[in-house]
């Protein structure tokens, strides 16, 4: 029986890496119609990323590295998408 083990893809940049963890994650997502990055403030999903990172960082960069990496992709993303409409009730 044959069997794939899963990889993680190689990433051009290491902000694509962080994003994609952060994807991973669940702490951010896309703006369904928009593709904006929204920030999720699910503190727990942003715990599982700094786990992911610290445990797995890319290859030759530090856990420490990959943790501040990950901050400031989060400190980039809002949590709304400038596209949509804001509600005004």
Same mark, same amino acid.
């Given at each position: 029986?044959?069997?794939?083990? #899963?990889?993680?893809?190689a990433?051009? #940049?290491?902000?694509g890496w962080?994003r994609?963890?952060?994807? /991973?994650?669940g702490?951010?997502?896309?703006?369904?119609? *928009?593709?904006?990055?929204?920030? *999720?403030?699910?503190? *727990?999903?942003? /715990?599982?990323?700094?786990?992911?990172a610290?445990?797995?960082?890319?290859?030759? =960069?530090?856990? +420490? +590295?990959? =943790?501040?990496?990950l901050h400031? =992709?989060? $400190?980039?993303?809002? $949590? #709304?998408?400038?596209?949509?409409?804001?509600?005004?009730?």
């Open positions: 029986m044959l069997r794939f083990q #899963t990889r993680r893809p990433y051009r #940049t290491f902000e962080a994609s963890v952060l994807l /991973e994650a702490a951010i997502g896309e703006c369904e119609e *928009h593709g904006w990055m929204q920030d *999720h403030a699910d503190p *727990h999903a942003r /715990e599982r990323a700094f786990d992911i610290r445990r797995d960082p890319p290859v030759g =960069v530090s856990s +420490d +590295d990959a =943790v501040a990496e400031d =992709v989060l $400190d980039s993303i809002g $949590d #709304t998408c400038p596209e949509c409409p804001l509600d005004s009730d």
